[in-house]
Structures are given as C-alpha cells and as structure tokens.
C-alpha cells in the first residue's frame, strides 16, 4: 500500500508523534558518548577564526548567513555526519528549508544565475520550484527571481563549502571544531 | 434547416437565462441536452445519469469524473488561448492538518467533498459557501497506514456516500449531511480503513479496502444505496476451495493483504467493474506466501450485481517491493480494441484487453530494475535477484512506486495519456516478522537510497499505441498531484512545491501556474455553473477553485 509520502516508518503513527520520536532519538544521541576527545574552547578559536568557518555560518547569532546555523547541529547530527561534512560537504548537501507537506527538505544546492540585464550572482538556493529561485549571493544579499526571465541558471551539487582536507584542518583540529559544535549544542 | 433555426433561437435564449451563452458550441450541444430536461437539474442523481455523465459536462459526478476513469471534461471554456487568465474565485478551508487528497463532485452547483478526518462537506460551488459540514467521530485507535486521508465520495439519489478511516460505509443525506446509513464493512481493529471515494453503480455503492500494512484479507464490497445491506463481498485473497488459493503458501492467505483502495471504473457495455488489487502481506517479504499470490497487485473484472470474477490480470507476482497495483484502470477504446490502461507502480504502463484480460504490451515508462525479461505473453518476469535481502538491495522504482494512487487523465483529443512518474529507487531489506493483529506488518523496513542522489519527479505523456513517451514536465521533486484534461487542450496537474500548473496538452509547455501555498496531494477536476468553467484542486488543507475573470 502507499507509502503516502516518502517513508514507511512511523506507519500509523501521527506526524505529531513521528516527530516526538525524532525528537527523542536526537536527544538520545545527543546524550551518547561521542569519541570526542577535542578541545572546545581551541575550536571555538579556530571557528571563528583561523579556520573561517564563521565566515558563512553563524552560531548563537554570530557569524555569517551563506551556510546552515549550526548553533544545534552538535545535538541533532552524529559526529560521523559532522567529520564527513567538513571533509566532504558535497557528498550530502546540507538540507536546508523544510516546508509542511513537503516530502524533501530544500538542500544547501550551488546557483549561478546571468540575469536578463548580465549580472551574474553564485550563491545558494534557499528555496525554488518550477517557476522561480530564491538565492542568496555569496555576500549574502537575497534575490528572487522568476527563472524564464533569466539568461542563464546553472545549479550544482558541489558546495560552496571548501572540502577541509588535512592539510586546511588536521585531524586534531577538526576535532576541536567538532568539540565546539557539541558543546555549543548541548547548550 | 428552419426547425433546426428556430431551435438554435429557443436554446440560445434559454442557455442566455441560465447565463451558458458564453460557452463554446459543442459544450453547447452538450448542456443542451441538459437544459432539455430542465427539471432534473436539481433532480436527483439516477443511475442512469451516472452511465450518460458525459452529456452533462458542467457537472463532476464521480471520482474519476466519468465511468471510464479518464478524468477528462469535455468543456472547453478555459482552453490554450486564455488559460493564462485564470484567477482562483474561491477557496475552502477545512482547517485540517494533513493530507488533502480530496477530488470533490459537483452536481447542479453544488459541490461535495471529503477532508481529512473523515471530515464531508457541501459547499454552493458558485460562492464556496458551506451549505453543510459533517465529521465523523473517529475512535482513537484507527490504523491508516498513511496519514487520516480521505479522496472522496460518490452521489446517487439524494445521497452521497462516504468511507471511513473506521472502515465503515456511510450514506449521507445530500441536502443536509445528516447519516441515512452507517454500516460497518468489517472490524477496522484488525488494521483495516477506508480511503477511496466509493463507485456507485445501479443501486450498489462498492467500496474496497486499505490495510495492506496490517496483514488484513483484501476486499470488496457492494451496499444497497437505499438500505446499506451488503450485497456481496468478493475476497481479494480466495479462501479454501477457491480458484485461486493454491497461489498462497499454507495458512499465508488469511493475512494475505491485496486491499483494493483506489476507486474502480466500469463499462456499461459489458455490465463489469474493474477494480485493483495492492500489494500482498507482508509486502517486502516473500518468505511464507510462496507461489503468485491472487489477486494481489491485479485488475479484477467484476460483475456489478454479484461480484462474479469474470477474468483478472496480474501486473507483479509474488511482490515484494510492495508495487500495488491501486492506480485507476483507464478504459480507452481505439477503433475496435476496448482496452484498459494502466501505468502501474511497478514502472510498466500496461495496455489490457478489457473483454478478456489479455496483456497486450507492457512498457517501461520510469526507471526499472526489478524487471529484466518478459514471458510469452509479454509480461514483465521479476529478477531473482531483485528480493529484498537483509543487508538491503537497492531496487527502482522505490517502495513510493514509479507513479502512485495520484489519478492519471486521457484526454481523446491528443489520444495521450497523462501520468506523474517519480524516479526514485530504494534500498530494500527483509527481516522475518511475526504478525499480530492489527499492528504494522512488513516483513521488513526499506531504507531510502543514498540521500547524496535527488529523488525527482515527472508528469509524462505517453503515447498508448506504442507505450512511447511524448513528452515530459519535469518537477523539481515528486509530486502526489494527480492529472485532468479537458478539451480546451490543456492538462491541470499540481506539484510538492505548491504550484497549480495549466499545460498545453498537446506539448506539455506551461501556460499558467498558481502558487497554493503548500503541497497538492490530490487529483484536480472541473465543473461548470452559471455557464463559468471553474477548476478545483485540494492542495494544503484548501481546496481552491480557478476561472477566467
């Protein structure tokens, strides 16, 4: 019979309840004794500083808009999810707006788009359906657009995001940001 | 030629007092032949108009919009030179949350529908102004497998007929809401509900089943519109000494599943009722049910009055992917042939000798894996390697199906058929589960593929005579839209970012789209009233109605 929306788990459960037990398994994660060995306040340090993370993401109302909030990401992602996005952010994009109904979240997708005029904007998708594109430019300026009115619009899955190899961000390191984000997550 | 005149003159003038003079010619032919019989617009509904819905256009007076399953509207007011007009007159909110999969009727202005809940309302369908509202009283422990969703009802006499999440068949006074009947088709505690708008035929109102989930024994059902007595029930899993049972490994028949939950067609001509089956309990594993499993995931052909099998076609044997095959059966006629059509979960669109049952091509019309080879008759043969496995086997379509229970359409004028297809595969697994009643029974948990790969969706026309597709509207993700024509040459259909989209039929090039503001998970329709063509579609917990301005 349908799996009237993407999954089957949760069958016969209401959406209020599915969440109850999304909620409760975040929580239970969040609680599990993650390896982390690393250092909070180093990588707070590197966060907003030498490493730039801050540059597009913002935590606690500090920092940049291009990139997801990762205030709760230490709480709501497990640390393996947590290495790979830093590694390898392209692999699986980000997700980003969730709307009600909607089966699938929107993801952290890469939007180049020449307007009619041929100004050019790369950026992030915030949202888009068939007919229009929200977008945020790298200076993280908002623009909306209707798409048959413009030049050119070219999407990626490859993200803006860097993929932090070891020499950008050792392993000692990536673990003090990681510290941090669990840290501030559990705040 | 005078008389014929002279006729033109009296219809004009009584079309021009019920304000239709601005409707093209043959739509004028057609409400003529309404108008001619002016009484029995606000008459009741006979059978008899049931069988002849198609010489009156302006109304909607069953699921699919007419017997054959074609949800095609011969009015052509809005058409492709000023479909980019349209403008939403109204909207009607059921202020529910979920699923509103809803495909109201319309009959002499007034429109009825189905919401969430179980929730039925009558509303004048110039102004959106409820008339009247019902809701059933639902016990707390109902098991829809699939969100308390409702698609809709069926009208006959002066009533209008309601299946419930409770598994119960109601009748409901058409001018009041108030309960004529309330029978209970079976024990909803032992996993079953009722989802479809039901199919009245004659005197019969026929329900299926939903439950496949639940290890519920599939069926259908017919009711007296007048008393709700239940006429016959025909098992979509035979009993002992049943043609048909030798298919089901040992006692693996009395959870067998195959619940029959989308609405049916029929062919006055032939006095049969096509209905179809789901898939077989416990869907993603076969270990237990060995043998094909009848009538699991087939197309019955039943006699309307006794619920005699006459022949069935089975579109995938012993499944395990859970590929139902609860999509409509389209009755198309091309020359001679009277076919069914079917684009199925499976991936295959299917075109059925309707008189026989006879496969007479299978095509794929989406990505498909499960399948590599067809037998003689040209049916697709699973791989055996396909099964779900407990590691996971990564299998297309996915367990969503490559199209779904959202109405496909088609539409005589391009000889298309329309139907929303997603590409998505999954990653299936097997895992011995023991039934208990009533609870979620699977034999398994599937496991949507690598989420690093978009899943997307499509609205694609296929040409019936080859199985070839025409073109394709590609949407950004998969939508549980389902589609109409009309023979103003357009296709209406929705999408999960809550667009309302008007396409060229004939190209599948956009002319118009209206933002609802939330998903559309249901089927749209047309009616017309005041000689004004409106177009309707539950999308959100809304139900919105378009027209020129």
Not at chain 1, 3 to 21: F, S
Not at chain 1, 150 to 165: D, G, I, Q, T, V
Request: glycine content about 10%; some cysteine; overall charge negative.
């Amino acid at each position: 019979m349908p799996p009237n929306g993407a999954t089957q788990q949760g069958v016969g459960m209401t959406e209020e309840e599915i969440w109850q037990v999304i909620s409760y398994i975040r929580s239970v994660q969040a609680k599990a004794p993650a390896e982390v060995v690393g250092n909070a306040a180093h990588g707070k340090d590197l966060f907003y500083g030498s490493v730039g993370c801050s540059t597009c993401h913002m935590i606690q109302g500090k920092g940049g808009r291009l990139g997801p909030d990762l205030s709760t990401t230490g709480s709501a992602r497990s640390t393996d999810y947590l290495v790979e996005s830093i590694r390898n952010p392209s692999r699986r994009l980000a997700q980003g707006i969730s709307e009600a109904m909607k089966e699938f979240s929107q993801e952290y997708e890469t939007v180049t788009v020449v307007t009619a005029e041929g100004t050019k904007f790369t950026g992030v998708v915030l949202n888009e359906d068939h007919f229009t594109l929200q977008m945020m430019d790298t200076r993280e300026q908002l623009h909306f657009f209707e798409r048959d009115k413009l030049r050119s619009l070219e999407k990626s899955r490859e993200s803006l995001m860097p993929a932090y190899n070891q020499k950008m961000l050792s392993d000692k390191d990536l673990q003090d940001v990681i510290a941090y984000l669990l840290a501030v997550g559990d705040q | 030629m005078k008389r014929e005149s002279m006729n033109e003159g009296r219809k004009s003038r009584f079309l021009a007092s019920l304000g239709m003079t601005n409707l093209r010619p043959s739509v004028l032919v057609f409400l003529t032949v309404v108008a001619g019989a002016a009484p029995s617009l606000r008459a009741q509904v006979t059978a008899q108009r049931l069988v002849d819905s198609g010489k009156e256009p302006q109304n909607w007076m069953m699921y699919s919009g007419d017997y054959a399953g074609r949800r095609f509207s011969a009015l052509e007011q809005i058409n492709t030179a000023n479909a980019g007009m349209l403008v939403p007159k109204w909207a009607y909110q059921t202020m529910a949350g979920g699923k509103f999969e809803t495909t109201p009727l319309v009959v002499d202005g007034i429109l009825y529908g189905t919401g969430q809940d179980n929730r039925a309302f009558a509303l004048d369908a110039r102004s959106g102004r409820p008339i009247w509202q019902y809701q059933r009283g639902l016990p707390a422990d109902i098991r829809p497998c699939c969100g308390r969703v409702n698609r809709g009802l069926a009208i006959l006499g002066d009533r209008v007929f309601l299946g419930t999440l409770d598994a119960h068949v109601i009748a409901l006074d058409s001018k009041t809401g108030n309960v004529v009947w309330d029978v209970a088709a079976v024990d909803y505690r032992g996993g079953y509900s009722i989802t479809l708008a039901p199919l009245a035929i004659k005197n019969l109102v026929i329900v299926g089943v939903s439950g496949g989930e639940y290890g519920i024994r599939g069926f259908i059902d017919a009711y007296d519109a007048a008393t709700g007595e239940r006429k016959w029930r025909f098992y979509t899993v035979p009993g002992p000494g049943e043609p048909g049972h030798e298919t089901w490994e040992g006692e693996s028949w009395k959870i067998g599943g195959a619940p029959a939950w989308i609405t049916g067609t029929y062919d006055p001509a032939t006095n049969t009722t096509f209905w179809t089956t789901g898939n077989p309990s416990p869907s993603n594993r076969g270990e237990g049910r060995a043998g094909d499993n009848l009538y699991s995931n087939s197309l019955l052909a039943l006699e309307p009055e006794t619920g005699k099998l006459k022949w069935y076609f089975q579109f995938s044997k012993h499944d395990e992917h859970d590929y139902d095959a609860t999509q409509v059966p389209v009755m198309v006629d091309q020359g001679e042939r009277r076919l069914i059509l079917q684009a199925n979960r499976n991936g295959f669109f299917y075109v059925v000798d309707r008189a026989n049952g006879k496969l007479l091509f299978a095509n794929p019309f989406a990505k498909v894996t499960w399948s590599d080879s067809k037998d003689a008759s040209g049916a697709p043969i699973a791989r055996k390697d396909a099964s779900p496995t407990l590691e996971g086997n990564r299998v297309c379509p996915g367990a969503a199906g490559a199209t779904n229970w959202m109405s496909p359409t088609y539409d005589p004028q391009t000889r298309l058929f329309y139907v929303t297809a997603r590409e998505q595969c999954d990653v299936f697994s097997t895992a011995p589960q023991a039934y208990e009643a009533g609870h979620a029974y699977y034999g398994s948990a599937y496991f949507p593929n690598d989420d690093a790969e978009p899943f997307t969706g499509a609205l694609r026309a296929i040409d019936p005579d080859t199985g070839k597709m025409k073109w394709e509207w590609k949407h950004p993700s998969p939508t549980w839209s389902g589609v109409l024509s009309t023979a103003g040459g357009l296709i209406f259909t929705g999408d999960a970012e809550g667009n309302f989209i008007a396409l060229e039929a004939a190209s599948g090039k956009a002319l118009w789209h209206f933002q609802c503001g939330a998903s559309v998970y249901s089927s749209p329709m047309t009616f017309a009233i005041d000689g004004k063509q409106y177009v309707a579609v539950a999308a959100g917990s809304a139900l919105f109605t378009f027209a020129l301005p």
